[in-house]
C-alpha cells in the first residue's frame, strides 16, 4: 500500500526521487518488526518447535503468538494502514482531475483510469484482508485461497505496469518548445528549483502545475546537446552516454523522455536520425553518391534494414516511398 501510494504520487506529481517527507510510510514497516523482536530473539530450539509445530498443523498459524502484541492485531491495523493510502490515493486522483487543464485530462486518460483501476484492486485487497482477520481465526475461510487471490491480483498490476511502461513514467505535459524553455541569456525563465503550487488569482484556490523545473531542465540540456553537437548520429550512443553529456540521473532521463516526447529512449534517438535524414537530403550534396546503406550509417543507423525499419515505423513509409513522394527519387539514384 505505501508503494502504491508513492507510486500515484510520483506520477501525478513527476516526483522522482524519495524525498524526507516520505519517511513517514515507513512507521508501520518498523512498528512491525519491534513487535517480532521476541521472535528474533528466541532461541533457535525454540524456533524450530514452533515450525515443526506448524508444519504438522497450518491451521495453528492464526493462533501463532509472534510478538509482543497478541496474534491478528497486527493484521487490522494493517487494515486501518491500508485504508489510509487508498484514501490518500483517490485524494490525489480526484484532485488531479479536478485542477488539471482539460487538454491534460484528456491526453492522459488511459493513465488516470489505470490509477482507477488499480486502487480499486487495493480496495479488493483491503477487503480481502478484513475477510482474512476476522474468519480465520474462526475457521470460515481457507486462508490458502484468499492469499491466492491476493496473489494474483498483485502479480495482475505488475504485470500491467511490465507490460505498459508509459504507465510508469507520469503525466503527459510537454513543454511546447526549447525556446519557450530557455530566457533571453539561456537560462531557464523559471527559477524556482522545485515548483509544484502555483495560486491562481480568479478562484484563489492552490492548482497544481504539472510541469515542475526540472522539465524544463532537462530538456534545454538534452535539445542543446542534441542541436549542437549531434549525439544521436553515433551507432552506439546509449542512455548513459547521455547521463554523462547532460549530467543528468539515468532513471530522471528515461521518465523524462517518456513523459516529454511519448517515446522510448532508443525510438527517441531513432526520430532524431530520421529528422536528420530528411533535413540533409538536399542540402548534403555527397549523398547522391552514397548507397542507402552509406546513408543509413551517415544518420547513425547500425545497418540499412534497421533504417527502413525504423524509418517506415515513425513515418509510415519506406525511404523510397518518402523521395518518391517528395520529388527526390531521381536525385538519389542510388538510394532506390
Known sequence: MPLAYLYVKSVLLSELRFKREN???????????INLLPYYLMP????????????K????????????????????????????????????????????PA???????????WLQIMNGLLVGIAVSALIVAVFAPLKKVNVSVVDLSLGITIGGICLQLFMRPKLLYGIF??????????????EPKITAENIIY???????TEKLLFIRFDNYNCKIKIETLFINQLPFLKADYSLDQLMLDTNIPRHILSAFINREYRLGFREFLNSHRIDYFKKNLVDNIRWKDLTLE??????????R????????????????????????????????
Open 198 to 204: 502555483t495560486r491562481a488569482e480568479d478562484t484563489q
Open 294 to 303: 552509406a546513408i543509413a550509417s551517415e544518420c547513425g543507423f547500425a545497418s
Open 57 to 100: 498443523d497450518i491451521s495453528k498459524l492464526s493462533k501463532f503468538d509472534e510478538g509482543i502484541f497478541p496474534p491478528y492485531v497486527f493484521v487490522f491495523f494493517w487494515l486501518a494502514w491500508a485504508v489510509l493510502f487508498i484514501t490518500l490515493n483517490y485524494r490525489l486522483i480526484n484532485r488531479f482531475k479536478k485542477h488539471a
Open 103 to 113: 487538454q491534460t485530462l484528456t491526453d492522459n486518460e488511459d493513465l488516470i483510469s
Open 44 to 55: 533457535v530450539a525454540k524456533k524450530k518447535a514452533h515450525l515443526i509445530e506448524l508444519y
Open 173 to 186: 505535459q510537454p513543454v511546447n518548445s526549447l525556446e519557450s524553455a530557455i530566457g533571453t541569456i539561456g
Open 305 to 336: 534494414s534497421t533504417f527502413i525499419n525504423n524509418f517506415k515505423s515513425i513515418t509510415g513509409q519506406t525511404p523510397s516511398e518518402y523521395l518518391k513522394e517528395n520529388s527526390l527519387q531521381s536525385y538519389f539514384s542510388q538510394v532506390v
Open 23 to 33: 519517511l513517514w510510510v515507513l512507521s508501520f514497516p518498523i512498528l512491525y518488526y
